[in-house]
């Protein structure tokens, strides 16, 4: 009996100790640390306060716009500096290579840091050259255009009015009346405000002064960052470049630099060549302007110029102000300077613009109207301008993750001109 109470208690006692171990060992398991399920909780977190801040945005979308509009504003000197820096890159990088070859004929070696100095300063002596020369020049020119144009109108109403009425006598079937009224009704509303504009000219240059002021300041900062980041643009690009490093597996990195380079290429292209081509059509308009003695040269020239960046659009923006300003004076001259307009512009789209711009974005004209129609939308004539390479990087993103996907279904791009031939046969 002694014995057999023994083995009861000691298997009672093995048995308390697997159940002890047991709880035990479900108690460790229960407070174990697990990364990944810590990450998946991250992650978690994270989804859900980004889908309550976005969907805080929809819901006050009006305060979301002037939020982002006050974030643009304080940081616009900061875009505007990157996008001058993007710009004049190329000729401070024509610049720095040309003395690094003078220097390299010389028993004088100079440091990398000076190299770019030198070549960032002549950069923008010239462009600052350039713009002193424009105001000085240029814009008391323009100004005295705009003066005279003010002046003129009433002269030139009178004078269209004239022509309208001698029309009439010349052709008694053509109803002028219908085009005469609403001039006739329009022009004492905008003599009117012409004078009430001449009467409140000192609180608005006040107002004026005050602004310029204010954009005299983001200028110098918007300056200062185009330097800066000319100046540091291979620290900048060292930072990138250890981002991409730090969060990109290795295997990707060679077609992130291609992709990269791709995007970089499309951008630059175009902005500095549309840049250079507009500039070139813009001489060449007042050049020839001046040839045929149209007036307000100056003036015209330079819309002209300026709209030319707009893709497709910027010509006929250019030329329709061009075309009523010379109406008042003349409107043969007005005729002829369309006739002018369209020769220039064509002379730009089949000779000059595929010389300097080459078929730099590759998209089709219904994408670059959207571009186009969109980007004026968000940000005005800035935004019509960057617009098209924008869209066209998206285009060309959205092209390589679209062949990414079909390659792993194993779908060539024959497969599917020979299916879309198929269905035209059916057809």
Not at 127 to 140: A, D, H, N, R, T
Not at 288 to 296: D, I, Q, S
Not at 319 to 347: D, H, R
Request: glycine share 6%; aromatic share 12%; net charge neutral.
């Amino acid at each position: 009996m002694d014995s057999q109470s023994n083995m009861n208690e000691s298997n009672t006692f093995q048995q308390a100790q697997k159940v002890s171990e047991s709880q035990h060992g479900n108690k460790g398991q229960r407070f174990i640390k697990n990364s990944q399920y810590f990450t998946i909780c991250i992650y978690g977190i994270v989804m859900v306060l980004l889908s309550a801040i976005i969907f805080k945005c929809i819901l006050d979308i009006d305060q979301t716009k002037a939020w982002l509009k006050q974030i643009f504003t304080i940081l616009s000197p900061f875009f505007l500096g990157a996008l001058i820096a993007y710009i004049l890159n190329p000729m401070v990088h024509m610049f720095y290579q040309a003395i690094d070859r003078l220097f390299s004929k010389t028993k004088f070696r100079l440091k990398h840091s000076v190299h770019t100095i030198i070549a960032i300063l002549i950069t923008y002596v010239i462009v600052i050259g350039f713009v002193v020369l424009s105001v000085l020049f240029v814009l008391p020119e323009i100004t005295k255009n705009i003066a005279d144009f003010i002046n003129y109108i009433p002269t030139g109403y009178e004078s269209l009015i004239q022509l309208l009425a001698d029309l009439q006598e010349q052709f008694p079937t053509l109803d002028i009346e219908e085009i005469s009224k609403p001039l006739t009704d329009m022009m004492p509303n905008f003599i009117s405000y012409l004078q009430s504009f001449a009467a409140n000219m000192v609180p608005a240059i006040y107002s004026l002064s005050m602004s310029i002021t204010g954009w005299i300041v983001n200028l110098l900062i918007t300056v200062i960052v185009s330097i800066y980041m000319l100046y540091d643009k291979r620290r900048m690009m060292r930072i990138a470049w250890r981002l991409i490093y730090a969060f990109l597996p290795r295997k990707y990195i060679s077609s992130c630099h291609e992709i990269l380079s791709e995007c970089n290429r499309l951008f630059s292209s175009f902005v500095v060549g549309k840049f250079i081509d507009s500039l070139i059509i813009g001489i060449l308009c007042f050049i020839l302007m001046t040839l045929f003695r149209f007036p307000y040269t100056p003036l015209i020239s330079i819309i002209v110029g300026v709209t030319n960046m707009i893709p497709y659009f910027g010509p006929f923006i250019g030329a329709i102000p061009g075309i009523l300003i010379i109406l008042f004076i003349s409107p043969v001259k007005a005729i002829g300077f369309a006739i002018m307009i369209l020769c220039l512009q064509q002379f730009d789209g089949l000779i000059l613009g595929p010389k300097i711009l080459g078929d730099s974005t590759g998209m089709k004209p219904l994408w670059i109207i959207f571009a186009i129609t969109v980007g004026g939308s968000l940000a005005g004539v800035i935004g019509m301008f960057l617009g098209v390479p924008v869209i066209a990087i998206i285009s060309y993103l959205s092209d390589l993750y679209l062949s990414h996907r079909l390659k792993k279904k194993n779908i060539s791009e024959e497969m599917i001109d020979n299916e879309l031939k198929n269905m035209e046969l059916d057809d």
